[in-house]
Structure formats: C-alpha cells, structure tokens
C-alpha cells in the first residue's frame, strides 16, 4: 500500500517505546489481518502517554500498513481517545441519570469550586475533571473513573465518590486503599450469582472447589450436539435486550459450512443502568470463561473474542488474569482438557463508544474500523466476524449455559415461566434503598423486586421506574404487579431490556432525567445515518425548549415533533439505537405526563 504519511510527524521515544512492546507482545503474533490490531495498538499509545499523537498515528500507520486517514477516523470515533496533549490523570465523573439521583450534578458543581471547571488542567497540569455518560458503577453512585497514563500506572474507579475523595486522589496520583468495594447482589435462587462474595475470582483452583469447570467436563461428555440439544430444550433466550433464542442461533452456527466460527462475548455494557456483566466478570470471570469455551466447542469455533467495556478496568485485570490461568493449567488453547479440542479467547478492550454494544459495530471495532452498525441481513450467524459465521451473547446468557450442561435444558425451562424460562439478572439502582445485581425468576413482579431492594431510600414516594435502561421505558407505581417475563412486559407496552430497574422518588426532576436521556443519544449517535444523526439532535433540541419553558409555536406542537421524530428514527435507522433512542422519551410524555402544559396548549 502506498501510505501518505503525516509530513514531518515523528513519534517520541516513550511512544515508540510503547508501540515496540505492543508488537512484541503475544497478541500481535498471529492476526487474522493486521488492521484488527489497530485498536489495542492505540489502547497501547494512549496508555503510556495520555494521548495520540500524529507521530504515533503514523508509526501505527505504517508497521500495520492502514492508511492515517483511516486510523484517524477510528480514534477519533471513541470518547476515551483524546488526539491533542492532556494531562496524564484524567477523571471522568459520571452526571447520567442513575448518578444525578445521587447528587451527580452537586458533585460535579463542587468540583468546578475546588478544582476548577471541567475540561480544564488542574494539579499543576497533571490531571484535568471531564463530565462522563454513565460509568456502569450505578449501585454504587456517584462514580468517577481515573483515566491514567504512564509506565506501571493504570486505570481505576472510584464509587460513592465526594468532591474531597476525587481531590486527595488527584493530589497523590494514586487510587485509595480501599478504592474496590464488592458489589451488592441478593437472590431469590442463586445460580448466576452463587460464587460472587464465596469464591475467590482470582483464583482456578477456588473456582474448581466451588464446582467450576464441571460443566465443561459433562459439556466433552455430551458432545457438541448434545449441547446444542440441552441449549435449545432450555429456551434460553439472550439477555442483552433482543431475547432471540440461544439454542437457534447456536445450531446456526454449528451447522454453517463456511469455516472458521467464530465466538464473541459482548461485555461491552453500556446501557445506562445497567452493571449486571459487570459483577459476573468482576466477581466470577472463570465462569465466563467456562461458559465461551463450552460454547465454542457445541459451536465448532476455535477462536473467540472477548470485547470489554473501556470502563471496566477492574473486570479487565480479573478477566485476563483468569484467562492467563486457564492457558497454563490447560483449559484453553491446542488442547483443552486433553480432549484434542482446541479453542482460545482473545480479549478486546473497548474505547467508550455505546453504539459498540451494537453486533456488528463490535464487530467493525474489533476488525480494525470504525464502530459503525452494519446492514442486516446477512446475520451474524451468517456474515459476522472477518466475513465468517459468528456466535454473539452476552455475559449472562453465556455463563447461563453452565447450568444448563450440568442440570439438563428442561430442568432450565422449568424455572420461570413458559415464554421467559430460567432466572434473571435485575439492576436496580436510582432511589432504590438497597442498590445492587438481584437474581430473581421469571415471572417475579417489579413490586417484589423492588421490596427485595428495600423500597425507596429514606421511604419517599415512588414516582416512576425505568425498565430497561435509556432505550428503555418508564412506568409508574401503578404497575408494581407487572410480571418481569418477556410476555408481561410486553403486554403493557414496556421492556426488559437489558434488567434495568431504576427507581425516581419524588424529589427527581424527571424532565431533567429526559432531556439527559436525549443528550445521551445525541452524543452516543455513530453518525453514518440520517435519521439518527439528525433525529437525536433534533430531539434532545426540542426536549430543551420543553424543559426550559420556550417551545417553538407551543408545547403541544414540539412535542408532535418529537412523536414524529420518533416514528422516523423507528422506521429508517440502521440500527436499534435509533430505533430506541426515543422510547423512554415518548414513555415519559406519555405516561408520567412530564410537561403537562403540552396538554393544556
């Protein structure tokens, strides 16, 4: 390829340096292209110096041979790349809506007091504050991530954070002792979460005391058909929001000529209020790795991708440190168990964008591209990964398949209800008493979800939940019978989505939360098409005009717009952050009659 390299754009030593290690290390070994290395080469430059240079654009540019143009466009596609020189401590302080119920916007204006507006370098030049989108810390709100730069330093979070707390961390550089609280989870009937706060998750041989890595054993008895068998009899559906069931999309793939298959877990969980995948890596990431290796054998692949959220620091040391066990003791790589079965699992670290918990835009970023939806059909199981037919779940409904190996998928589709079998993973978070991951089956009601979360703090009045997240709906108090199944939900004109359950007392302002939703989409946007880079702005424009009192003609007609934007963005988008990027929105209009004037105008 004949590159047009920056003129004169030289990297530094330490960037050099950094790219030189990169190159060197295991995973630049054997690519399936070299473009699909860009983005952890990036993830590497950033790391080291706090940014991306013109010279190190071009030194990545020219040992993968990808056109600069191009490698600008995908690092300038993600929030946590920055491509002009900023401190090597970066905080990102969540103001999404879980947060501002717990004095986000406080925080945020304590900080602008103490440490001086945001975006700004403080500390001597050494870090600088910055607003965030939601950090998937939200039962621990308000939360700030430590974006670090430097040789031996990495990233980190801080929960249930103060003005006083971020400014001792940014005096010192480094993270308090105590910076990783666990997670709080309850449930009804432990099987996802059994291992979370008993089993030490950094240890193979404490998770195989706890019974791990049983599954795969019965998996090798089984065979692959019979795991297939035991998947489809289960009726598991995914639990990332689109409930397609598991078993289809599994026999899919298996029996697809074309070879190689390929695996991806999609951990990059970004949906506002949601932290569910978040507990299961940080709390059991053997039992995921389990889970994708049983996958990858019922499913002929070899090899398997693991794209984690950028945000999830913690999640990401524990999971490559449970992959790295795995390889030495033998169950992964050529030879898995002594079987003859060979399977491995690569994992990717994601660079803030939402729009890459999408499929194929996770499979853009992985490929090397920019994380840009992809026109359906062809299907993932068809046309996925490298132009192959490819396997995508979620963390919870992979580790799901343990125990449908061991127990058997009818004993699986007897738990819950006859269309939503099994157990559920619910994040309640917001004004809920007791935040946390609950494990609850089917059919379980939002009433006694949120009784098993202790109510509403400090027992204020319920105002609204959020079902499902930002591209979720809400629903009122009135709706506490509601049956948590795919079927009660839908009956109602709600969703599950991805478990989000997030409780508003009578002190949230909810059109503030809706135009915060807006402005969520408006930036979350990938651009490529126009019903959604034009709609969201559109949008989030005319929610302010209702927020502040100054609608264009009147209240009733700018919310008609918004209706009609809606029914656009539904209909035209490529993908379903369009399509969604409006129903909370319409639910909070409709049902919470959040600006009530709209009737009376």
């Known amino acids: 390829m004949d590159l047009h390299l920056i003129p004169g754009a030289v990297p530094t030593e330490d960037e050099r340096d950094a790219i030189d ?5 295991p995973r630049a070994h054997s690519p399936v292209t070299r473009r699909s290395l860009l983005l952890p080469a990036l993830h590497a430059v950033h790391s080291r110096v706090g940014w991306i240079s013109e010279g190190a654009l071009n030194e990545i540019c020219e040992r993968l041979q990808v056109a600069p143009a191009d490698a600008y466009g995908v690092a300038s596609f993600y929030h946590m790349f920055s491509l002009a020189p900023r401190p090597a401590t970066v905080v990102h302080v969540c103001d999404d809506i879980a947060c501002r119920t717990s004095g986000a916007d406080d925080l945020c204006r304590e900080l602008t007091a103490t440490l001086g507006p945001a975006g700004e370098p403080v500390s001597g030049g050494r870090a600088m504050w910055m607003r965030s989108p939601c950090l998937g810390q939200c039962e621990r709100a308000p939360a700030a991530l430590f974006q670090c730069a430097g040789e031996g330093r990495s990233d980190w979070t801080l929960t249930n954070a103060s003005a006083s707390a971020i400014g001792a961390a940014v005096a010192v550089g480094a993270p308090p002792a105590s910076s990783a609280s666990p997670a709080p989870h309850a449930s009804m009937s432990p099987r996802l979460l059994r291992r979370i706060g008993t089993s ?15 599954a795969l054993r019965r998996a090798m008895t089984l065979g692959p058909e019979g795991v297939l068998r035991e998947i489809v009899e289960s009726k598991l559906v995914g639990r990332g929001g689109a409930a397609f069931p598991t078993g289809r999309k599994w026999e899919a793939v298996a029996r697809a000529p074309v070879r190689p298959h390929y695996l991806v877990c999609n951990a990059d969980e970004s949906e506002p209020g949601t932290f569910k995948d978040r507990v299961l890596m940080e709390g059991d990431p053997f039992a995921l790795v389990e889970a994708m290796t049983i996958a990858g054998y019922a499913t002929g692949c070899e090899q398997a991708y693991l794209y984690i959220r950028g945000e999830y620091p913690l999640a990401t040391l524990r999971l490559e440190h449970a992959l790295a066990q795995a390889r030495r003791r033998g169950f992964l790589g050529d030879d898995v168990l002594g079987e003859g079965v060979r399977f491995d699992i690569e994992l990717r670290r994601g660079a803030g964008a939402y729009i890459c918990g999408e499929e194929t835009a996770l499979f853009n970023s992985i490929e090397g591209f920019r994380g840009e939806p992809r026109s359906k059909p ?3 199981v068809q046309v996925g990964l490298f132009g192959k037919p490819t396997v995508v779940n979620n963390v919870e409904t992979l580790v799901n398949a343990l125990d449908i190996v061991v127990g058997g998928g009818p004993a699986f589709a007897d738990v819950g209800t006859a269309g939503s079998s099994g157990t559920k993973l619910f994040c309640v978070s917001g004004c809920a008493a007791r935040p946390g991951v609950y494990e609850v089956p089917f059919g379980t009601t939002l009433g006694q979800l949120i009784d098993m979360a202790g109510g509403v703090r400090y027992a204020r009045a319920l105002q609204a939940i959020l079902l499902g997240g930002a591209a979720g709906v809400f629903v009122t ?4 019978d ?3 199944t795919l079927e009660g939900t839908r ?8 478990g989000v359950v997030m409780l508003f007392d009578d002190t949230v302002d909810l059109a503030g939360i809706a135009l915060r ?6 930036d979350e946007s990938c651009g490529q098409c126009v019903p959604c880079r034009v709609g969201t702005v559109r949008q989030e424009e005319a929610l302010r005009r209702l927020t502040i009192g100054r609608p264009h003609g009147s209240a009733a007609q700018d919310v008609a717009l918004i209706n009609d934007l809606a029914q656009v963005m539904r209909d035209a988008s490529i993908c379903g952050l369009g399509q969604t990027a409006s129903t909370a929105i319409q639910s909070a209009i409709a049902r919470l009659q959040v600006f009530a004037c709209a009737k009376s105008s």
Request: charged share 20%; proline share 11%; no cysteine.
């Open 200 to 214: 030490d998750p950094e240890s193979l041989d404490d998770y195989r005391a706890h019974g791990g890595y049983t």
């Open 477 to 480: 108090p009135q709706d506490l």
């Open 517 to 522: 939703i807006a402005e969520f989409f408006r």
């Open 491 to 498: 009956a109602v004109g709600a969703t599950l989505g991805s």
């Open 482 to 484: 509601m049956p948590l």
């Open 21 to 25: 290690r990169f190159f060197l290390g």
């Open 378 to 380: 062809p299907f993932p």
